[in-house]
């Protein structure tokens, strides 16, 4: 069994892109199976929830699985007075209200279980109930090493309380490494907000650009220092490496376009287990990550 003591320098890192496809998942399971290969102590948090991937990477046993749940109102008419205490409480649209018809539901898909309805109501009208959101999967891999998968039931509309979930139970570790969810919604902004610092995974094309340019944005406005990881590099133009160097982002890592690197990955291989190089790619990648971190951090 892995350790379960929290390590007093722990380092978090979420890798991510601005959608889904760039290289996100390859670059977190090579980085992951290349630092725990030397011994570090290191969780691997799959926080896709609506499609996890990670754990196809590796053999694994599940160790644990954990339901989460929401606890959400349930309005009882009988009891209702239709005062629209709750429906004013609500800061997420999620009580439709119509006090003229005497019509009153709580619309669970803006429902995010806050609970404040059921603290306004005086009426007594207002019961909550558990629903079940997704779970939470430890896969154990090695004494130093474990996968947290997050996964959310199907037409669950929020992946963001399953995630936090994946991420709370992955927190004792000497480095946390979070596979963000595409986008830069919601789900990503809870990821990264938690992370010491975050590798953007981009193509050198417009799509990538364009998408590049929102994760950094979004970034920027939460204060938490990012470097890039470029894939497929030799294909498209160079406007991503002009961007990078115009915002002074650092270039973490070109991975080069690879037919025999897609293969291998495609086929649910690490080119980081099957290749020494690319091992030590990945571990000079943190390196130059840890140093980026540093450098950041003294600019503060
Ligand atoms: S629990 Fe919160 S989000 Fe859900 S209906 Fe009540 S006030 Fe709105
Ligand atoms: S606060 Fe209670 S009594 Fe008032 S409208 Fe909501 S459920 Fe009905």
Aim: aromatic share 10%; net charge negative; charged share 20%.
């Amino acid at each position: 069994m892995y350790k379960n003591t929290k390590p007093e320098n722990q380092f978090s890192i979420a890798v991510a892109s601005g959608k889904g496809g760039t290289g996100k998942t390859f670059v977190s399971v090579n980085l992951f199976h290349a630092l725990e290969q030397t011994g570090l102590n290191i969780h691997l948090v799959d926080c896709d929830a609506e499609a996890p991937n990670d754990k196809m990477f590796f053999e694994a046993r599940l160790s644990k699985q954990e339901e989460i749940f929401q606890q959400v109102p349930v309005i009882n008419l009988q009891a209702c007075t239709f005062c629209g205490r709750c429906y004013e409480y609500c800061h997420y649209n999620a009580i439709f209200f119509v006090p003229e018809l005497k019509k009153i539901s709580v619309l669970y898909d803006f429902c995010h279980g806050c609970g404040a309805c059921t603290y306004a109501c005086r009426d007594g009208a207002i019961t909550e109930r558990k629903d079940l959101l997704g779970e939470v999967n430890t896969y154990t891999l090695s004494k130093n090493s474990a996968l947290f998968e997050s996964r959310i039931k199907v037409g669950v509309h929020s992946s963001v309380p399953v995630l936090k979930a994946a991420i709370k139970a992955a927190r004792e570790a000497e480095i946390i490494l979070m596979d963000a969810p595409p986008g830069t919604s919601c789900p990503f902004i809870q990821t990264v907000a938690g992370a010491d610092y975050v590798v953007l995974v981009t193509e050198p094309t417009p799509f990538g650009l364009s998408d590049l340019k929102q994760s950094v944005d979004t970034l920027a406005s939460i204060g938490t220092p990012c470097g890039v990881v470029v894939n497929k590099a030799g294909l498209g133009d160079r406007e991503v490496y002009a961007y990078l160097e115009e915002k002074q982002i650092p270039l973490l890592m070109d991975i080069p376009f690879d037919k025999g690197l897609a293969a291998l990955y495609s086929g649910g291989k690490i080119p980081a287990r099957e290749d020494p190089l690319w091992k030590e790619g990945f571990i000079e990648l943190y390196r130059i990550i840890k140093e980026q971190y540093g450098n950041s951090s003294r600019q503060r």
